[in-house]
Every structure is written in C-alpha cells, then in structure tokens.
C-alpha cells in the first residue's frame, strides 16, 4: 500500500484508506497517537474532531451505516476508550463494522502504576473483539485480523490497540487484505426447505434484519425485493428493531416495525403465526417479548441473508388464503393514524410525528435517541424509499445529534432530522459545534417533558410513590442552540407544530424545535401510569 521505510502509523493509515474505504477519521486527538494525526492529511484521510469521544466513536458508528462500509474512530489510552466504548456496545448488539483504535500507553508500561496504564484488552474485550500490535512486525499480522471481523457477512467491530511507542516503529508494507468471505457452500438444500416451510405455512411471517443492508449497502435494491417477495407470496413483512427503512412502510405487504415499542396489538397478531423467518437478523429478546409462545422460527443471519432474499422474491408461489395478509394490512393501516391525545402538561408527541411523516423530504436522514418518543416516530412516520433511519437496536441514549451531524458531513446536502428527547439532547447535542464549524447542522427535535420518561414510566408502575431522580431542570433549550449557532423556536401550542417543522426542514444553518410535551401522554401507546 505504500513504498519505502514507512511508519506504523504511515502503514495504518494506508490501510484505512486502501484496506477499508475510509476518508475520514473521527477523534478527540491525544498524544499516544499523534503520528496517526500527523500522517493523516498527506494520506488522504480527513480528521473529523469531536468534543467528546463518545461522540466520536457514535459520529463513526452512524457513518459506518450510512456509507455501507467501516468506520473508523480514534482515541486515547483508558480515558478515551472507556468514553468511546458505548459505541462499541452499540455496535456490537446491532452488526456494524466499527473500528476503535485506542493509542495505548507504551510497551512496558505498568497496569497498576502507570499513567493511564489500564488493561485496554481485559476492559474492552467483553465489548468486541481486541487486537493488539505488538511491534512493526506483527502489523500485517494484525490488520488481517481486523479486516476479516470487520468486512466478515455478519460485521463486528473491532478494538484496535496500538502502544504509543509503536505507531513509530518501521513497518513493511502491508498488502491490501481481501474481503472477507464466509466459506462456499450449497444453500440450495437450506433454501428448498425454508421455501417449503413458508409455501406450507397457513399463517407465516417474515421480519427483515440490518444483514440485509449490511450485505447489499445503502441504495440497494433490497426495498424492492421485499416488496416483490411480499406481493407474490402473500407473506407479511415485518422491519426488525430499528431496521423500519429496510421497506416502503407504505407498501400493502409491509406489516409493521418489531421494536422495544410495537403495540401490543401487532404482538398479539404475530402470536397467531405458525411459521416467522427471520432473516438477515436474531429472535432476540426485544423482537420475541410479549408474543413468543411455540411458534415455529427459522433463522437466517450470517449466511448470505440477501441471496436467499433474491432467491425467494422470484419464485413461484402457491395461492395462499388471503385473510391472512389482508388482516395485516388492515391492522398496519389502523395503528398508523395518529390518536391525538388531549393533555394539559404539554403536547401529544404524535403531532410531531404526524408533520414529520407529512414534510420529511425523499433524500431525509432521519436519526432517533433513545426514549419512548421514538414509539411515536416508529407507528406515525411511514418512512419511503430513499428516506434512512438511523437507531441503536441497544437502546443507548446520545446517539441522535451525533448521527445527525455524521449525515450533513458526510452529504452537506442530505436532510438530516435528530430527534431526541431533553435527557439525551445534554449528553451528547454538545456536538452540534463541530457541525456549525463545517458549515452544515442538522435540524434537531427535541422532545422535551421535563424527564427521563422512559424511566419514569417505570417508576409509576413499580415505586409510584418513590422519587426515582427522573425529573429534569432544563435549560432554555432554544438559547443554548443559539450559542451555537443554530437559530430554533418553541413549540407549545398544536397549530404551531406543522409550520416549526416546515421551516426547520427549510433551514441550512441547522435549525432546533424545541416542544414542550406531555409527561402523562408519556408513550404512543399508553398514558403514564399514576400521579404525574
């Protein structure tokens, strides 16, 4: 990848860029990796600096999505990758390819007594997979490694450690790695069966996974095959947890998003299937709560999900009685018109929801936090073909500004719409400096009813007479994105929602609404339980 005496640093660099598509390097620069930062421009790589390295590392993650492909983020020693480890968790509940290198303190460095001596492969390796260069020898050795977790047919991210003293050590030239491949193998016995197992089904359902973006990338035709696969078999689609861009949600056969959220009313009807395939991602125990009894599952994650897609969207397939799509589509439809609920603490956050849904341009990158105002956007915002979404299947809160402003700098002129609720914006909304000083912020929802809603649902039905610290003081949320450039306004009547939006949508300065929601309207699907 390079010719001469090169460095560590000079070789991974080239990596990045040959190895893994990578133009970018998100960090909070550190001196334990200094020569990366040094060599980075003349490599072509451009360096990308957050206010906090968990931000980064989320700014990573989303681009990661976004471009299809890794990412990279780097940081320093223990404190830097103890913030920048939510990304990793992140990554690893949801398959994406992350690489966090860590410029670790130098060789020999004392655990116990050293300056930020911790052991970096004993504190990361619980989160994902680590590997250490030991020296300029074991370079290649190591990058062969990362690259076959990260380019595998179900991604990992990866915990890349490199002691300070050897990003300088002489390195030989490292030869671009292949992509990693699974093993061939005959899938044509598997797919009869799994074929004969939908054809056979009176009552079969399908949810789509992230391996079926992660194996065809961002603008691939895998909309299309779904839609094609649901219209000649008359099964139904559901989007697994967070993957609800994967389908026209306003396609006959799209039944719906299975999420921590969904309506009990979907689970139920699922409850009802004989056969669910899952395909492209895991039954796990957010997509099989509350309906999960002894239906049959057929799983297929890793093994080339997005072939088996094409394969079964162009077969033959036998009439199937037609109540049972029809009654999907008939309960899809209904759960998607917004109840507007009257509260007197604040605004029904499907009013949001609805204008979004309404005003959302076709090219929108739509990024969420987590908090049950997502279960608004989840059942009201029918996303299109082309439009994104952006979610943590894990639930960490501080994802949705960061992601956003990952969007604009990766596309200044994509339509990038964080919504975010009051708790999550002060986490990590710091990181709108960074999109302001590139020239481009992203439009900023912010959800605000005065508390960590989701906790404090909680805490109506298991200590509704306990102060569980969720309450929030917050700051006036439109001044504070003044500071930063990012002209906004507060929303706290009905009639304002539907105009706020529009101008946000219109600005390209950035733009935050601030609304004022309701407490006791805490959830889409259901009002808080006891005293507000």
């Known amino acids: 990848?390079?010719?001469?005496?090169?460095?560590?640093?000079?070789?991974?660099?080239?990596?990045?860029?040959?190895?893994?598509?990578?133009?970018?390097?998100?960090?909070?620069?550190?001196?334990?990796?200094?020569?990366?930062?040094?060599?980075?421009?003349?490599?072509?790589?451009?360096?990308?600096?957050?206010?906090?390295?968990?931000?980064?590392?989320?700014?990573?993650?989303?681009?990661?999505?976004?471009?299809?492909?890794?990412?990279?983020?780097?940081?320093?020693?223990?404190?830097?990758?103890?913030?920048?480890?939510?990304?990793?968790?992140?990554?690893?509940?949801?398959?994406?390819?992350?690489?966090?290198?860590?410029?670790?303190?130098?060789?020999?460095?004392?655990?116990?007594?050293?300056?930020?001596?911790?052991?970096?492969?004993?504190?990361?390796?619980?989160?994902?997979?680590?590997?250490?260069?030991?020296?300029?020898?074991?370079?290649?050795?190591?990058?062969?490694?990362?690259?076959?977790?990260?380019?595998?047919?179900?991604?990992?991210?990866v915990a890349l450690i490199v002691a300070e003293d050897v990003f300088y050590d002489e390195a030989a030239e490292v030869?671009?790695?292949?992509?990693?491949?699974?093993?061939?193998?005959?899938?044509?016995?598997?797919?009869?069966?799994?074929?004969?197992?939908?054809?056979?089904?009176?009552?079969?359902?399908?949810?789509?996974?992230?391996?079926?973006r992660v194996a065809g990338g961002p603008g691939t035709e895998v909309a299309g095959l779904l839609a094609r696969f649901a219209e000649r078999s008359a099964v139904p689609v559901l989007a697994g947890n967070k993957q609800q861009d994967l389908m026209d949600n306003r396609h006959p056969g799209y039944a719906g998003h299975l999420h921590l959220g969904s309506p009990q009313p979907l689970r139920d009807r699922l409850a009802q299937a004989d056969l669910v395939v899952f395909l492209g991602g895991r039954p796990d125990e957010v997509q099989l709560a509350r309906w999960h009894t002894d239906q049959q599952l057929i799983t297929v994650y890793d093994d080339a999900p997005l072939e088996v897609l094409r394969e079964l969207a162009d077969r033959p397939w036998p009439d199937r009685p037609a109540d049972w799509a029809a009654g999907w589509r008939e309960l899809a439809g209904a759960l998607a018109r917004p109840e507007i609920r009257a509260a007197d603490d604040g605004l029904d956050f499907a009013l949001v929801a609805q204008a979004l849904d309404a005003e959302l341009p076709d090219d929108a990158v739509l990024t969420l936090d987590a908090g049950h105002f997502s279960s608004w956007i989840h059942r009201y915002v029918r996303l299109r073909p082309g439009q994104r979404l952006l979610a943590l299947a894990g639930g960490a809160m501080g994802f949705g500004v960061p992601a956003a402003v990952a969007a604009v700098l990766r596309d200044p002129d994509v339509t990038a719409v964080a919504v975010v609720g009051d708790g999550g914006l002060l986490m990590t909304g710091n990181e709108l400096a960074v999109a302001r000083a590139a020239g481009r912020a992203p439009v900023v929802v912010v959800a605000d009813n005065a508390s960590y809603g989701t906790i404090r649902d909680h805490q109506g039905r298991y200590f509704p007479d306990a102060d569980c610290g969720t309450g929030l003081a917050n700051p006036d949320f439109v001044t504070w994105a003044a500071a930063f450039g990012v002209p906004g306004e507060r929303v706290e009547r009905p009639e304002q929602v539907r105009d706020a939006i529009r101008r946000a949508l219109a600005s390209r300065e950035g733009y935050l609404v601030h609304v004022r929601t309701s407490l006791r309207a805490v959830h889409a699907n259901h009002d808080l339980p006891g005293p507000s």
């Open 1 to 157: 990848m390079s010719s001469g005496n090169t460095t560590v640093a000079q070789e991974l660099l080239s990596f990045l860029r040959d190895g893994l598509g990578c133009d970018r390097l998100f960090t909070v620069p550190g001196e334990a990796f200094l020569p990366l930062l040094g060599h980075a421009g003349k490599a072509g790589i451009q360096l990308i600096t957050s206010r906090h390295e968990a931000n980064a590392a989320l700014c990573a993650l989303a681009d990661a999505r976004l471009r299809g492909g890794p990412a990279v983020v780097a940081v320093n020693r223990s404190p830097g990758a103890t913030n920048a480890s939510i990304a990793l968790d992140a990554a690893r509940a949801d398959p994406t390819p992350l690489l966090l290198i860590v410029g670790g303190p130098r060789r020999g460095t004392d655990p116990a007594t050293g300056f930020q001596g911790t052991d970096l492969s004993g504190f990361l390796g619980g989160l994902a997979p680590v590997v250490t260069v030991a020296d300029g020898a074991g370079l290649a050795e190591a990058l062969s490694q990362v690259a076959a977790l990260l380019t595998g047919p179900a991604p990992s991210p």
């Open 175 to 212: 030869a671009v790695p292949a992509v990693a491949t699974g093993p061939a193998s005959d899938r044509g016995p598997e797919l009869e069966r799994l074929a004969r197992a939908l054809a056979d089904a009176q009552r079969p359902v399908l949810v789509a996974g992230r391996l079926l």
